[in-house]
Protein backbone atom coordinates (compact mmCIF):
# COMPACT_ATOMS: atom_id res chain seq x y z
CA UNK A 1 0.00 0.00 0.00
CA UNK A 2 3.05 2.46 0.55
CA UNK A 3 4.24 1.86 -2.71
CA UNK A 4 0.90 2.27 -4.74
CA UNK A 5 0.42 5.48 -2.65
CA UNK A 6 4.20 6.63 -3.82
CA UNK A 7 3.11 6.06 -7.22
CA UNK A 8 0.12 8.28 -7.41
CA UNK A 9 2.10 11.11 -5.84
CA UNK A 10 4.76 11.38 -8.71
CA UNK A 11 3.97 12.56 -11.98
CA UNK A 12 5.80 11.89 -15.27
CA UNK A 13 7.07 15.20 -17.46
CA UNK A 14 7.10 15.41 -20.91
CA UNK A 15 10.84 14.25 -21.72
CA UNK A 16 9.96 10.76 -19.51
CA UNK A 17 11.52 12.01 -16.13
CA UNK A 18 9.64 11.23 -12.97
CA UNK A 19 9.14 14.09 -10.22
CA UNK A 20 7.61 14.05 -7.19
CA UNK A 21 4.61 16.41 -7.42
CA UNK A 22 3.91 18.04 -3.97
CA UNK A 23 7.14 19.81 -4.78
CA UNK A 24 6.69 21.01 -8.49
CA UNK A 25 5.14 24.40 -8.86
CA UNK A 26 4.44 25.98 -11.90
CA UNK A 27 6.75 28.65 -13.40
CA UNK A 28 5.89 32.19 -12.74
CA UNK A 29 5.38 34.24 -16.06
CA UNK A 30 7.17 37.20 -15.78
CA UNK A 31 5.24 40.47 -15.83
CA UNK A 32 6.75 43.25 -18.26
CA UNK A 33 7.49 45.91 -16.21
CA UNK A 34 6.55 47.94 -19.38
CA UNK A 35 2.92 46.80 -19.64
CA UNK A 36 2.68 47.24 -15.93
CA UNK A 37 3.57 51.06 -15.97
CA UNK A 38 1.37 51.09 -19.58
CA UNK A 39 -1.17 49.94 -17.30
CA UNK A 40 -0.83 52.69 -14.46
CA UNK A 41 -0.52 55.43 -16.44
CA UNK A 42 -3.96 54.58 -18.32
CA UNK A 43 -5.33 54.37 -14.81
CA UNK A 44 -4.16 57.27 -14.06
CA UNK A 45 -5.82 58.93 -17.04
CA UNK A 46 -8.70 57.47 -16.86
CA UNK A 47 -8.92 58.61 -13.48
CA UNK A 48 -7.73 62.43 -14.49
CA UNK A 49 -9.66 62.38 -17.08
CA UNK A 50 -13.05 61.12 -14.77
CA UNK A 51 -12.18 63.92 -11.80
CA UNK A 52 -12.28 66.56 -14.98
CA UNK A 53 -15.72 65.18 -16.18
CA UNK A 54 -17.44 65.15 -12.94
CA UNK A 55 -16.13 68.74 -11.82
CA UNK A 56 -17.71 70.07 -14.95
CA UNK A 57 -21.01 68.73 -13.92
CA UNK A 58 -20.61 69.69 -10.48
CA UNK A 59 -19.98 73.14 -11.88
CA UNK A 60 -23.04 72.54 -14.29
CA UNK A 61 -25.36 71.95 -11.45
CA UNK A 62 -23.79 74.76 -9.19
CA UNK A 63 -24.90 77.38 -12.17
CA UNK A 64 -28.25 75.56 -12.91
CA UNK A 65 -28.78 75.85 -9.19
CA UNK A 66 -28.07 79.87 -9.20
CA UNK A 67 -30.04 80.49 -12.30
CA UNK A 68 -33.25 78.69 -10.54
CA UNK A 69 -32.30 80.76 -7.52
CA UNK A 70 -32.00 84.05 -9.45
CA UNK A 71 -35.35 83.27 -11.58
CA UNK A 72 -37.59 82.94 -8.27
CA UNK A 73 -35.97 86.17 -7.32
CA UNK A 74 -36.69 88.06 -10.28
CA UNK A 75 -40.14 86.46 -10.45
CA UNK A 76 -40.50 88.07 -6.22
CA UNK A 77 -39.26 91.47 -7.58
CA UNK A 78 -41.80 91.92 -10.08
CA UNK A 79 -44.65 90.93 -8.08
CA UNK A 80 -43.11 93.70 -5.78
CA UNK A 81 -42.87 95.93 -8.26
CA UNK A 82 -46.17 95.40 -9.71
CA UNK A 83 -47.54 96.03 -5.89
CA UNK A 84 -45.73 99.13 -5.94
CA UNK A 85 -46.86 100.89 -9.10
CA UNK A 86 -50.62 99.96 -8.20
CA UNK A 87 -49.90 101.30 -4.87
CA UNK A 88 -48.12 104.57 -6.22
CA UNK A 89 -51.59 104.70 -8.86
CA UNK A 90 -53.54 104.74 -5.57
CA UNK A 91 -52.13 106.94 -3.28
CA UNK A 92 -51.69 109.95 -6.26
CA UNK A 93 -55.47 109.77 -7.08
CA UNK A 94 -56.50 112.94 -7.56
CA UNK A 95 -59.36 111.74 -5.56
CA UNK A 96 -57.91 110.77 -2.49
CA UNK A 97 -55.56 113.98 -2.62
CA UNK A 98 -58.22 115.98 -2.50
CA UNK A 99 -60.18 113.88 0.21
CA UNK A 100 -56.77 114.24 2.41
CA UNK A 101 -56.79 118.17 1.73
CA UNK A 102 -60.40 118.49 2.61
CA UNK A 103 -60.63 116.12 5.93
CA UNK A 104 -57.15 115.99 7.29
CA UNK A 105 -55.76 119.43 6.11
CA UNK A 106 -59.17 121.90 6.94
CA UNK A 107 -58.35 122.94 3.43
CA UNK A 108 -61.28 124.85 1.27
CA UNK A 109 -61.54 125.13 -2.26
CA UNK A 110 -60.71 129.02 -3.46
CA UNK A 111 -63.29 131.06 -3.87
CA UNK A 112 -63.57 132.54 -7.12
CA UNK A 113 -62.14 136.14 -5.87
CA UNK A 114 -58.62 134.30 -4.68
CA UNK A 115 -58.23 132.95 -8.63
CA UNK A 116 -55.97 134.53 -10.50
CA UNK A 117 -55.07 133.93 -14.21
CA UNK A 118 -51.90 134.82 -15.67
CA UNK A 119 -51.23 135.06 -19.30
CA UNK A 120 -48.21 133.07 -20.28
CA UNK A 121 -48.07 134.39 -23.57
Known amino acids: ??????????????????????????????????????LILALGIIAVVAIIIL?????????QYRISKLKAELKD?????????????????????EDIARNKLNMKAPESRQIIYLNTN
Request: positive net charge; glycine residues 2%.
Open 55 to 63: SRYSMITES
Open 77 to 97: LTAQNERLRVEVADLSSVARI
Open 1 to 38: MVVAENVAKRQWNRQGYEYDYKYYREPRKKTNPHKKGR
